[in-house]
């Protein structure tokens, strides 16, 4: 079992920056894909961004692609969201999740991911 917890939401502006990161509790972590998922109210969860295992493969949402950016730290368990020029419609719960499988083929998919975190609001007021 793994156990991921974010930090890092909060409320900001349009336009302004937050990070997110995200702690798991095993030292496999280094062996996992890793994504980043939100849901807003009402809406289906959806893809953020993921990172291969080694950090040398990113993959975003055309909705996030040069805002956001995802890394990991494996020496530290932690794997990051770096949101940048941040929109009202980023607005929601993002979650991070680990696949311990490492489906690279569809990261974008909530049904490969092994494990979730409970998740951080983040709020863009406009």
């Known amino acids: 079992q793994v156990q991921l917890v974010e930090s890092g939401g909060g409320l900001v502006q349009a336009g302004g920056s937050l990070r997110l990161s995200c702690a798991a509790s095993r030292r496999t972590f280094n062996t996992y894909t890793m994504g980043w998922f939100r849901q807003a109210p009402g809406k289906e969860r959806e893809f953020v961004a993921a990172?291969?295992?080694?950090?040398?493969?990113?993959y975003y949402a055309d909705s996030v692609k040069g805002r956001f950016t995802i890394s990991r730290d494996n020496a530290k368990n932690t794997v990051y969201l770096q949101m940048s020029s941040l929109k009202p419609e980023d607005t929601a719960v993002y979650y991070c999740?680990?696949?311990?499988?490492?489906?690279?083929?569809?990261?974008?998919?909530?049904?490969?991911?092994?494990?979730w975190g409970q998740g951080t609001q983040v709020t863009v007021s406009s």
């Open positions: 999740a680990a696949d311990q499988d490492r489906r690279l083929g569809s990261v974008g998919e909530v049904g490969t991911y092994d494990y």
């Open positions: 990172i291969s295992w080694s950090g040398l493969n990113t």
